[in-house]
Protein backbone atom coordinates (compact mmCIF):
# COMPACT_ATOMS: atom_id res chain seq x y z
CA UNK A 1 0.00 0.00 0.00
CA UNK A 2 1.07 3.64 -0.57
CA UNK A 3 2.87 5.21 2.40
CA UNK A 4 4.46 8.35 2.99
CA UNK A 5 6.90 9.19 6.44
CA UNK A 6 7.98 12.62 7.34
CA UNK A 7 10.70 11.36 9.83
CA UNK A 8 10.68 14.92 11.92
CA UNK A 9 7.65 15.35 13.92
CA UNK A 10 9.02 18.88 15.14
CA UNK A 11 12.00 21.02 13.71
CA UNK A 12 13.49 24.24 14.98
CA UNK A 13 15.85 26.17 12.59
CA UNK A 14 17.00 29.99 13.05
CA UNK A 15 15.44 32.62 10.94
CA UNK A 16 18.09 32.93 8.32
CA UNK A 17 18.96 29.31 8.29
CA UNK A 18 18.68 26.81 5.90
CA UNK A 19 16.12 24.10 5.92
CA UNK A 20 15.50 20.49 5.02
CA UNK A 21 12.05 18.57 5.52
CA UNK A 22 12.58 15.17 5.11
CA UNK A 23 10.05 12.74 2.90
CA UNK A 24 9.61 9.32 1.93
CA UNK A 25 7.04 7.96 0.26
CA UNK A 26 6.22 4.18 -0.89
CA UNK A 27 4.74 3.74 -4.22
CA UNK A 28 4.75 0.84 -7.21
CA UNK A 29 4.38 2.83 -9.77
CA UNK A 30 5.90 6.90 -10.78
CA UNK A 31 4.79 8.50 -7.81
CA UNK A 32 3.01 11.89 -8.05
CA UNK A 33 3.92 14.07 -4.91
CA UNK A 34 3.35 17.17 -3.32
CA UNK A 35 4.42 19.39 -0.20
CA UNK A 36 1.56 21.50 1.53
CA UNK A 37 1.61 24.06 4.15
CA UNK A 38 -0.92 24.29 6.87
CA UNK A 39 -1.09 27.67 8.75
CA UNK A 40 -3.61 27.58 12.16
CA UNK A 41 -6.88 28.24 10.80
CA UNK A 42 -6.23 28.32 7.31
CA UNK A 43 -6.65 25.30 5.20
CA UNK A 44 -3.32 23.45 3.17
CA UNK A 45 -1.98 25.16 0.62
CA UNK A 46 0.17 23.70 -1.91
CA UNK A 47 4.19 24.77 -2.02
CA UNK A 48 5.01 22.53 -4.83
CA UNK A 49 4.26 19.16 -6.62
CA UNK A 50 6.33 16.54 -8.92
CA UNK A 51 4.27 14.54 -11.65
CA UNK A 52 7.36 14.18 -13.73
CA UNK A 53 10.97 15.88 -15.82
CA UNK A 54 12.87 17.50 -14.02
CA UNK A 55 13.26 16.14 -10.63
CA UNK A 56 14.04 19.64 -9.29
CA UNK A 57 10.75 21.37 -8.08
CA UNK A 58 10.50 25.11 -7.09
CA UNK A 59 7.72 26.46 -5.72
CA UNK A 60 6.18 29.21 -3.63
CA UNK A 61 7.62 31.16 -1.40
CA UNK A 62 10.80 30.19 -1.84
CA UNK A 63 10.44 26.28 -1.09
CA UNK A 64 11.93 23.89 -3.37
CA UNK A 65 11.78 20.11 -3.56
CA UNK A 66 14.18 17.40 -5.26
CA UNK A 67 13.04 13.66 -6.66
CA UNK A 68 14.69 10.89 -5.73
CA UNK A 69 14.07 7.99 -6.99
CA UNK A 70 16.74 5.79 -5.92
CA UNK A 71 15.69 6.95 -2.30
CA UNK A 72 12.52 6.95 -2.67
CA UNK A 73 12.45 10.73 -1.25
CA UNK A 74 11.36 14.12 -1.78
CA UNK A 75 12.88 16.40 0.17
CA UNK A 76 11.38 20.37 1.10
CA UNK A 77 14.01 22.83 1.08
CA UNK A 78 14.91 26.47 1.89
CA UNK A 79 18.12 28.38 1.45
CA UNK A 80 16.42 30.95 4.55
CA UNK A 81 13.69 30.82 6.30
CA UNK A 82 11.70 33.49 7.48
CA UNK A 83 9.80 33.83 10.87
CA UNK A 84 6.46 33.74 8.60
CA UNK A 85 7.40 29.86 7.32
CA UNK A 86 6.47 28.60 11.09
CA UNK A 87 3.75 26.55 10.08
CA UNK A 88 3.10 22.46 9.79
CA UNK A 89 4.33 21.07 6.27
CA UNK A 90 2.62 17.68 5.09
CA UNK A 91 4.48 15.77 2.18
CA UNK A 92 1.77 13.82 0.60
CA UNK A 93 1.49 11.22 -2.85
CA UNK A 94 -1.24 10.86 -5.38
CA UNK A 95 -2.71 7.83 -5.64
CA UNK A 96 -4.08 6.49 -8.70
CA UNK A 97 -1.82 7.51 -10.95
CA UNK A 98 -2.56 10.80 -11.96
CA UNK A 99 -3.12 14.36 -10.64
CA UNK A 100 -6.40 13.31 -9.62
CA UNK A 101 -7.35 10.70 -7.31
CA UNK A 102 -6.69 10.38 -3.33
CA UNK A 103 -3.87 11.88 -1.46
CA UNK A 104 -2.27 10.23 0.80
CA UNK A 105 -0.61 12.03 3.39
CA UNK A 106 2.29 12.13 5.70
CA UNK A 107 2.23 12.77 9.79
CA UNK A 108 3.37 16.32 9.16
CA UNK A 109 6.40 18.10 10.58
CA UNK A 110 6.14 21.05 12.96
CA UNK A 111 8.22 23.86 12.00
CA UNK A 112 9.55 26.48 14.56
CA UNK A 113 10.96 29.53 13.50
CA UNK A 114 14.00 31.37 16.35
CA UNK A 115 14.69 35.09 16.34
CA UNK B 1 -5.72 29.95 -6.58
CA UNK B 2 -8.61 28.86 -6.19
CA UNK B 3 -10.61 29.56 -3.12
CA UNK B 4 -12.82 26.67 -0.94
CA UNK B 5 -14.26 28.08 2.31
CA UNK B 6 -16.15 25.72 4.27
CA UNK B 7 -19.05 26.40 7.14
CA UNK B 8 -18.89 26.58 10.52
CA UNK B 9 -15.05 26.80 11.06
CA UNK B 10 -16.00 25.55 14.47
CA UNK B 11 -19.27 24.12 15.79
CA UNK B 12 -19.78 22.25 19.60
CA UNK B 13 -22.83 20.00 19.71
CA UNK B 14 -24.40 17.89 22.53
CA UNK B 15 -23.80 13.76 21.96
CA UNK B 16 -26.75 12.22 19.67
CA UNK B 17 -27.28 15.28 17.38
CA UNK B 18 -26.62 15.63 14.08
CA UNK B 19 -24.33 18.34 12.71
CA UNK B 20 -23.98 19.57 9.01
CA UNK B 21 -20.73 21.00 7.63
CA UNK B 22 -20.53 22.49 4.21
CA UNK B 23 -17.39 23.20 1.57
CA UNK B 24 -18.03 25.69 -1.38
CA UNK B 25 -16.09 26.31 -4.41
CA UNK B 26 -15.98 30.04 -4.16
CA UNK B 27 -14.88 30.87 -7.42
CA UNK B 28 -14.64 27.64 -9.78
CA UNK B 29 -16.14 24.32 -10.03
CA UNK B 30 -15.83 21.08 -8.52
CA UNK B 31 -17.07 17.68 -10.08
CA UNK B 32 -14.69 15.77 -6.90
CA UNK B 33 -14.68 17.33 -3.40
CA UNK B 34 -12.73 15.16 -0.55
CA UNK B 35 -13.55 14.95 3.25
CA UNK B 36 -10.62 14.12 5.41
CA UNK B 37 -10.36 14.07 9.15
CA UNK B 38 -7.42 15.03 11.06
CA UNK B 39 -6.62 14.32 14.92
CA UNK B 40 -4.28 16.54 16.97
CA UNK B 41 -0.53 15.59 16.14
CA UNK B 42 -1.71 13.58 13.12
CA UNK B 43 -1.88 13.25 9.55
CA UNK B 44 -5.16 14.21 7.48
CA UNK B 45 -7.28 10.74 6.83
CA UNK B 46 -9.31 10.33 3.80
CA UNK B 47 -12.66 9.80 4.67
CA UNK B 48 -14.58 9.60 1.37
CA UNK B 49 -14.91 11.18 -2.05
CA UNK B 50 -17.58 13.15 -3.02
CA UNK B 51 -18.68 12.84 -6.89
CA UNK B 52 -21.14 15.80 -8.20
CA UNK B 53 -24.67 13.84 -8.77
CA UNK B 54 -23.82 10.71 -7.58
CA UNK B 55 -23.17 8.48 -4.31
CA UNK B 56 -20.06 9.37 -2.58
CA UNK B 57 -17.04 6.86 -2.25
CA UNK B 58 -15.84 5.66 1.55
CA UNK B 59 -12.91 4.87 2.40
CA UNK B 60 -12.61 1.31 4.34
CA UNK B 61 -13.29 1.85 8.04
CA UNK B 62 -15.49 4.55 7.43
CA UNK B 63 -19.38 4.69 8.32
CA UNK B 64 -21.49 5.76 5.10
CA UNK B 65 -24.54 5.98 7.71
CA UNK B 66 -22.29 7.82 10.07
CA UNK B 67 -21.30 10.38 7.82
CA UNK B 68 -23.44 11.60 5.06
CA UNK B 69 -21.91 13.17 2.14
CA UNK B 70 -24.28 15.07 -0.12
CA UNK B 71 -22.57 16.94 -3.49
CA UNK B 72 -26.00 18.28 -5.05
CA UNK B 73 -24.31 20.85 -7.10
CA UNK B 74 -20.82 21.90 -8.65
CA UNK B 75 -20.12 24.15 -6.19
CA UNK B 76 -21.46 22.69 -2.86
CA UNK B 77 -20.73 19.12 -0.85
CA UNK B 78 -21.99 18.78 2.62
CA UNK B 79 -21.07 16.55 5.09
CA UNK B 80 -23.45 15.43 8.03
CA UNK B 81 -22.14 13.62 10.79
CA UNK B 82 -25.21 11.75 12.38
CA UNK B 83 -25.67 10.72 15.88
CA UNK B 84 -22.62 12.50 17.09
CA UNK B 85 -20.70 11.45 20.08
CA UNK B 86 -17.36 12.45 21.49
CA UNK B 87 -15.28 10.41 19.92
CA UNK B 88 -16.70 12.13 16.39
CA UNK B 89 -14.96 15.02 17.82
CA UNK B 90 -11.83 16.27 15.13
CA UNK B 91 -11.03 18.85 12.34
CA UNK B 92 -13.02 18.33 9.28
CA UNK B 93 -11.16 19.54 5.91
CA UNK B 94 -12.75 19.23 2.49
CA UNK B 95 -10.83 19.73 -0.84
CA UNK B 96 -12.21 20.31 -3.87
CA UNK B 97 -10.85 19.43 -7.10
CA UNK B 98 -10.75 21.61 -10.53
CA UNK B 99 -11.03 20.73 -13.94
CA UNK B 100 -6.90 20.35 -14.13
CA UNK B 101 -6.93 18.05 -11.20
CA UNK B 102 -5.40 20.09 -8.63
CA UNK B 103 -6.51 19.80 -5.18
CA UNK B 104 -7.85 22.96 -3.38
CA UNK B 105 -8.18 22.94 0.48
CA UNK B 106 -10.86 24.42 2.78
CA UNK B 107 -9.82 26.17 6.31
CA UNK B 108 -11.05 23.42 7.97
CA UNK B 109 -14.04 22.62 10.96
CA UNK B 110 -13.55 21.57 14.48
CA UNK B 111 -16.31 19.44 15.75
CA UNK B 112 -16.72 19.45 19.34
CA UNK B 113 -18.98 16.90 21.11
CA UNK B 114 -19.82 17.27 24.57
Known amino acids: AQSVTQPDIHITVSEGASLELRCNYS??????LFWYVQSPGQGLQLLLK??????LVQGIKGFEAEFKRSQSSFNLRKPSVHWSDAAEYFC?????????????FGTGTLLAVQP | GAVVSQHPSRVICKSGTSVKIECRSL??????MFWYRQFPKQSLMLMAT?????????EQGVEKDKFLINHASLTLSTLTVTSAHPEDSSFYIC??????????FGPGTRLTVL
Open chain 2, 95 to 104: SAQTLMNEQF
Open chain 1, 27 to 32: YGATPY
Open chain 1, 50 to 55: YFSGDT
Open chain 1, 92 to 104: AVGEGGGATNKLI
Open chain 2, 27 to 32: DFQATT
Open chain 2, 50 to 58: SNEGSKATY
